[in-house]
């Protein structure tokens, strides 16, 4: 039997959790695969419709990460997602859609280390989860 | 301090007797423009209508179970900028929320109205409005579903989002009139609940003074039941979603025509992403979509559609059931929304429409909340 490789995307700001995704890399830090990233200026841009677009089209989890409260670049955007995130959170679970599935996390521009375990851990959580419940055999 | 005024009714006719009040807001001069559901002259349909001159009073039907738009978006219309005129409107209490919430959008002004609500008995859905009144003319239909209705009889005809509303009475509202009250089919108290409905009150002369007997259990007794009917429904419709299979086979029906979108009235983008060129996609794009997914269903990006307008407006539901009216295919659209809503609001002890006063859940954030969806861990998951 193969083993479940999970799709994960990230949401990850400009200023502080994409640039920790850079310090991994520089650092040769190893962290899973499956993480797509999606660079975005800012956590407070992410419209819950780009996260129900990426678990229509079947991504396992969905990660959206910034900078630390206090630490926003745009002064309190991160503040904002938090309130999305815990909007969906709500609606989603309704609808058989599990809420491990969707992670909030703050990453600093300087934990680069962090984010590679952020990454490790959420991939061996969704991988023990399985596949997302809108899996790619429904017609939608 | 509040002005009661009583309205006599005489020959169960409610709508004359709220048309002698709105006359008598006339001729005071304490309104000058009106903004109400409106006798058609095919006798059949009731629409709402801007009225500037007195004499079209006569056409007004202030109360009816005919709800073809919710008049939010109209009253919205209306006051996005001063519109300069002494200006009221007639709205149901599920309209006044939702013109609250465009107020707090800043898409309405709440203090350019005078707002006129009826106590609420609910209304049929477009449909089954226009197969009665291929029977019974809209005035006789009208008398006897509020003579049942006061009565305390639930008809189960009433559309779904009516049947399962438990906030038939505006408290917000300039002057509430207050069908609910004991006495109400001879009498019904007209009530300021602010200085500009006391204000237009206090102008009017004075009725035949009579005691008005206020709501008595009449209202407690009728939320009871909306509100056993509102658990027993949601449960169902939970238990037909709570899989997204599930869901996509409850919308299946959906042919993306957006009616339920341009009918909800808190649906407050000016332009949709939806009709955007976001989704206006290449050839190419509908094959990579089959090709990866072995069939998409064709249109595409219904189950998106529906789910980012449950997720964008859920905070602002006011639970009308507009979309569910405008829906071509039937699908029960009411309950799915407002049970989101009902979920999401109490996330943030919000309701919408409830004061003006009250935040946008989104609009707002404090720093020290919600800790508990950050990080990696879920509570309930990972102990």
């Keep these: ?140 | 301090m509040t002005t009661t005024v009583p309205i006599n009714v005489t020959d169960h006719n409610i709508a004359d007797a709220l048309r002698r009040l709105l006359r008598a807001l006339f001729e005071s001069g304490q309104i000058q423009a009106l903004l109400a559901p409106t006798l058609g002259h095919d006798r059949t349909t009731i629409m709402p209508a801007l009225i500037h001159d007195p004499e079209q009073i006569d056409r007004v039907m202030a109360i009816s179970p005919a709800f073809a738009v919710n008049s939010a978006k109209l009253a919205a219309r209306l006051t996005r900028k001063s519109p300069g005129i002494r200006l009221a409107a007639v709205l149901r209490p599920c309209e006044l929320r939702a013109f609250i919430e465009l107020a707090k959008l800043k898409q309405a002004c709440r203090e350019d109205i005078i707002v006129i609500s009826i106590d609420c008995p609910g209304a049929y859905s477009n449909r089954i409005w226009a197969e009665k009144t291929a029977q019974t003319d809209a005035v006789s239909l009208t008398e006897h579903f509020i003579d049942q209705a006061l009565a305390g009889h639930d008809d189960p005809d009433l559309s779904t989002a009516c049947r399962i509303c438990i906030e038939p009475v505006a408290e917000q509202a300039d002057i509430r009139i207050n069908l609910f009250a004991q006495n109400a089919a001879n009498q019904i108290p007209a009530i300021s609940q602010t200085p500009a409905g006391q204000q237009a009150l206090d102008a009017i002369p004075p009725a035949d003074a009579a005691d008005c007997h206020l709501s008595g259990n009449f209202e407690s007794e009728l939320i009871a039941r909306r509100q056993a009917e509102r658990d027993r429904t949601l449960q169902a419709t939970g238990k037909a979603v709570d899989h997204p299979h599930q869901l996509a086979a409850y919308l299946n029906r959906c042919v993306n025509c957006y009616n339920c979108r341009v009918a909800c009235p808190v649906c407050y983008c000016r332009e949709c992403v939806f009709v955007t060129d976001v989704f206006d996609y290449e050839p190419a794009q509908y094959i990579n979509r089959a090709t990866r997914r072995g069939a998409v269903r064709m249109p595409t990006d219904t189950l998106f559609y529906h789910l980012t307008r449950l997720t964008h407006i859920g905070l602002s539901c006011v639970g009308c059931g507009q979309c569910a009216n405008a829906c071509p295919n039937d699908i029960p659209l009411a309950e799915l929304f407002i049970m989101t809503a009902e979920t999401a609001q109490n996330e943030f002890d919000y309701r919408a429409g409830r004061r003006l006063d009250e935040a946008l859940p989104l609009s707002v954030f404090n720093k020290d909340e919600f800790t508990d969806v950050v990080g990696m861990q879920d509570p309930e998951v990972n102990p």
Aim: aromatic share 8%; with cysteine.
């Design chain 1, 1 to 140: 039997m193969s083993i479940f490789e999970p799709t994960l995307i990230a949401f990850v700001c400009n200023w502080c959790t994409y640039t920790a995704a850079d310090l991994a890399g520089t650092a040769r830090l190893i962290y899973p695969q499956n993480i797509r990233l999606v660079r975005v200026m800012c956590t407070g841009m992410v419209d819950p419709q780009y996260i129900l677009k990426a678990l229509l089209e079947g991504a396992d989890g969905i990660l959206v990460s910034g900078c630390h409260p206090g630490d926003c670049h745009y002064i309190n955007g991160n503040y904002k997602a938090r309130r999305r995130i815990k909007l969906l959170k709500a609606i989603l679970p309704q609808f058989g859609f599990a809420p491990q599935r969707l992670r909030l996390t703050w990453i600093g521009a300087s934990d680069g280390i962090t984010f590679a375990e952020t990454i490790k851990q959420m991939t061996e959580q969704i991988r023990a989860l399985g596949p997302n419940e809108a899996d790619l055999k429904m017609v939608i």
